[in-house]
């Protein structure tokens, strides 16, 4: 029986290419003065990302300054203790790997179309409300494994990545909406910040490798403060303690929000068990059932209890996983670490709004990696995991045309109602449905 040898034999050969590049382990922490920068590394991977999400729902349906710095700050203490207890888990709440989590985008188009028509109160309760879905799936991820094979998770994956490259191009060009929107200064310094991350990823070894991203974001950031892009007079005008009270907007229950709600939390899950799949990927294995369950119900009842102190649903942050493949640094300590600096800087706002001072161009450069990097580990779960038969290759094909399509050209809905314009005008929402019902519904091609 020569032939199961070979296979056997070329799948270990292949999971010892995949730990090649690995710093520190899963459980390893690595030593404080090298840990505290990795940690800090993924905070500024995801940080942007993470405030802009309030200030966008904020800015369409015009809460004021005060409520926007309310948003901001809860999002950030939300995204610190969801990170923490990813990495510490309480009980079977937690995955126990390195997985950041962050605000979600895929549910600020929902969030916005209900508090317009209805108000923020209820669109924070259809969060609330609908949480349990994922809690749900989480807790019977064993009965619904079938459901959510890595062909599913890994399109969900391969779609966040490829509909986030634009956003890294709208940072590196300065932001969206910015009077010097694609200027020469702002390519310039996420040129520097690309060029400098990418030269000492590859041609240096040790700690200036796997940490080239933060250090090309700090050089980055120096070049734009010598550019004037870099303005201090808001933190210097920020306090420096605040605890946020809960409840702060209120909370309505109506059964249609909530059911719109409930469908995103099965995109969301689906974004969170690809995460958790590309995580563990980067050190050579598959998730264990455990990792799963805990991933999914911590990403659910982190969700509700942001819903209480007036904070959107949280998420795993597909940058980070991005950054941990492209560092080899897979150590849930230093992504901890990342959590609780999350939390420091929602605790003193004066801390955070320094952080907040990083230009979306500096940002951008390193975010087009990582980005990429997301894409390529979507990539790798379905080459490890999924054979390329016609059946899988139609399924990928038509998700992934089905996603880019609704991102990139909404306006085909226009004659739909708002409701469905909200929900399906999303690529990562359409995309993912799309290979969740195709792989159902497509049978399996028979053996032999």
Not at 16 to 43: F, K, N, T
Not at 169 to 175: I, L, Q, S
Not at 373 to 387: C, D, P, Q, T, Y
């Amino acid at each position: 029986m020569p032939e199961p040898v070979v296979v056997e034999s070329a799948r270990s050969h292949s999971a010892m290419d995949s730990r090649s590049h690995i710093v520190y382990d899963i459980d390893d922490m690595p030593p404080i003065r090298e840990a505290v920068p990795l940690g800090l590394q993924h905070l500024v991977a995801m940080f942007l990302s993470n405030i802009a999400v309030p200030l966008i729902i904020a800015n369409a349906i015009g809460l004021s300054t005060p409520d926007k710095a309310f948003l901001v700050q809860v999002a950030l203490i939300m995204a610190g203790l969801a990170t923490i207890i990813q990495a510490y888990p309480l009980g079977p709440v937690g995955a126990r790997i390195p997985m950041v989590m962050g605000t979600s985008f895929a549910f600020v188009a929902g969030i916005i179309s209900i508090a317009k028509q209805y108000n923020l109160a209820t669109a924070l309760g259809a969060c609330l409300a609908a949480s349990f879905v994922e809690v749900i799936i989480g807790y019977s991820y064993d009965r619904f494994r079938r459901l959510f094979p890595p062909l599913s998770t890994g399109i969900v994956v391969m779609l966040i990545g490829l509909t986030l490259v634009p956003v890294g191009m709208d940072y590196a060009a300065g932001g969206v909406g910015a009077p010097d929107y694609g200027s020469f200064t702002n390519l310039g310094i996420a040129a520097i910040v690309l060029s400098v991350t990418l030269l000492l990823n590859q041609f240096f070894k040790g700690f200036l490798s796997y940490a080239s991203m933060i250090v090309g974001v700090l050089v980055g950031y120096g070049v734009a403060i010598l550019a004037g892009k870099v303005g201090f007079s808001q933190v210097a005008d920020s306090v420096w303690f605040n605890v946020p009270l809960p409840l702060k907007f209120g909370l309505e229950f109506h059964v249609a929000p909530i059911l719109m709600m409930s469908l995103i939390y099965v995109v969301s899950a689906l974004e969170t068990l690809g995460d958790i799949t590309g995580t563990v990927a980067a050190v050579g294995r598959k998730p264990t059932s455990r990792e799963m369950k805990g991933g999914l119900v911590a990403d659910g009842v982190m969700s509700g209890v942001a819903a209480l102190f007036s904070a959107f649903p949280n998420t795993s942050y597909s940058q980070n996983v991005g950054l941990v493949n492209f560092t080899g640094v897979a150590s849930r300590h230093v992504a901890a670490i990342g959590g609780m600096f999350l939390l420091a800087f929602g605790m003193v706002p004066k801390i955070g709004m320094l952080v907040a001072t990083i230009p979306a161009a500096v940002i951008g450069g390193g975010g087009l990696i990582m980005f990429a990097m997301i894409f390529a580990s979507g990539l790798a779960i379905i080459h490890r995991n999924v054979e390329m038969n016609k059946r899988n290759m139609i399924i990928i094909a038509v998700s992934i045309g089905l996603g880019l399509g609704a991102e990139f050209r909404p306006d085909v809905l226009r004659e739909f109602p708002q409701w469905v314009r909200t929900l399906f005008g999303q690529g990562l929402v359409v995309g993912g449905l799309a290979g969740f019902f195709l792989n159902l519904f497509f049978p399996e091609p028979t053996q032999g």
